[in-house]
């Protein structure tokens, strides 16, 4: 409900495909990325990892075994290695409901084939995990997002390290930067935090369970962007629309396209 300026809002919140759209296809494939186009999601979530020969991939663990037919970690394995490996697979037996034959032996892909694919328009939203174990990861990204020209006006670039954000600005100020966090009781941010991440960064992205209205809209009132995670129901979907919430991450895009119609 609500008056015509508010129902405009709410159009423009960020929708953002998690892995992909992660809850229909193995995430962190093509497939993945290709079912969150095409069930309105703005951005293309991608967490990155680093093979031993120094390769951004697409992954969201530091270890193969969950999402692969692998075993052990990426860091020890060169792309050849891995390029091996069958990233589908798992999904059709952990998820026989969204089993698709299509997604036997797809491939880990490199941030390098994603870009090649989706292109230097399309909105990324791109996460370095774990960068004490990779260094030279924020110098890496960058260099990509260069190689391909990628409009930075619809790039991110996420994570909970601070100093890899922090890398990331020294690098490169125009990048835009998020800062994910993550809390395991009642979410509260103080005055002096807000200020130091606004120093780098253009929002924060904290995990959606511990919220509150109070702090979504003492985000809002600062200048940042607020985009929890990970928001899989409409029912909370529709809860963090009407605390002020610019964006989410969902594994669901198609869910979150039809609340935001419904608003
Ligand atoms: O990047 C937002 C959210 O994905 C952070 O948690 O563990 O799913 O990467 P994680
Ligand atoms: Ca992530």
Known sequence: ??????????????????????????????????????????YIEIDLQMTKDGTLIAMHDEALDRTTNGTGLVKDFT????????????????????????????KVPTLEEVFQKFG????????TKSPEVYPGMEKELLRLVNE???????????????????????????????????YKANAAITDVEISAIKEYAIGVGPNHTYLNQEYVQKVVNSGLEIHPYTVNDKETMNKLIDWGVTGMFTNFPDRLHEVKKGK
């Open 1 to 42: 409900g609500g008056t015509a300026m508010a129902k405009e809002k709410h159009k423009e919140i960020l929708n953002v495909s998690h892995r992909g759209a992660s809850g229909y296809a193995p995430e962190h494939t093509i497939s993945s990325y290709q079912m969150g186009k095409k069930m309105h999601g703005d």
């Open 79 to 106: 792309l050849d290695q891995i390029k091996q490996l069958d990233a589908g697979n798992w999904f059709n037996e952990k998820y026989p409901q969204y089993a698709n034959p299509d997604y036997l032996g797809l």
């Open 120 to 127: 230097k328009n399309a909105s990324y939203y791109i996460e």
């Open 148 to 182: 391909y020209d990628i409009n930075k006006k619809s790039l991110l670039v996420q994570s909970f390290s601070p100093l890899s954000l922090l890398t990331m600005n020294e690098l490169d100020p125009s990048v835009k930067l998020v800062q994910l966090l993550s």
